[in-house]
């Protein structure tokens, strides 16, 4: 493969990489901690876009429960959106003949 076909290459996966960020941040995962007393929704450009807490959990007034819920959710959500970015950009990277391994995305 000469240069030019790798550089026709190089543009078109910057292209692909374009579009699947658009796509990513219209794209949410769920994730919930204490058996769905906290959930959050998580878009795929990893902003947290929602958040929901149980009134009961409120209403017990342990804070340090609410915080660990909180912190339990939110993570696993980060978790479930890294993993949907990581499967998208796999699909992108493997249809692009001799691109090498990717960083981050094994």
Same mark, same amino acid.
Request: hydrophobic fraction near 45%.
């Given at each position: 493969?000469?240069?030019?076909?790798?550089?026709?290459?190089?543009?078109?996966?910057?292209?692909?990489?374009?579009k699947l960020h658009e796509e990513l941040s219209q794209k949410t995962v769920k994730a919930q901690?204490?058996?769905?007393? !906290?959930?959050?929704?998580?878009?795929?450009?990893?902003? %947290? #876009? /929602?958040?929901?807490?149980?009134?009961?959990?409120?209403?017990? *007034?342990?804070?340090?429960?609410?915080?660990?819920?909180?912190?339990?959710? !939110?993570?696993?959500?980060?978790?479930?959106?890294?993993? %949907? #970015? /990581?499967?998208?950009?796999?699909?992108?990277?493997?249809?692009? *003949?001799?691109?090498?391994?990717?960083?981050?995305?094994?």
């Open positions: 493969m000469d240069f030019a076909e790798r550089f026709q290459q190089a543009l078109k996966l910057q292209e692909s990489m374009k901690a204490g058996a769905g007393m !906290v959930s959050v929704v998580v878009s795929g450009d990893l902003q %947290l #876009v /929602s958040l929901t807490i149980d009134k009961e959990i409120i209403n017990s *007034a342990d804070m340090g429960m609410l915080n660990d819920l909180v912190v339990s959710a !939110v993570n696993e959500g980060l978790r479930r959106a890294k993993d %949907l #970015v /990581s499967t998208e950009m796999r699909g992108i990277a493997g249809g692009i *003949a001799g691109i090498p391994n990717i960083p981050g995305l094994s």
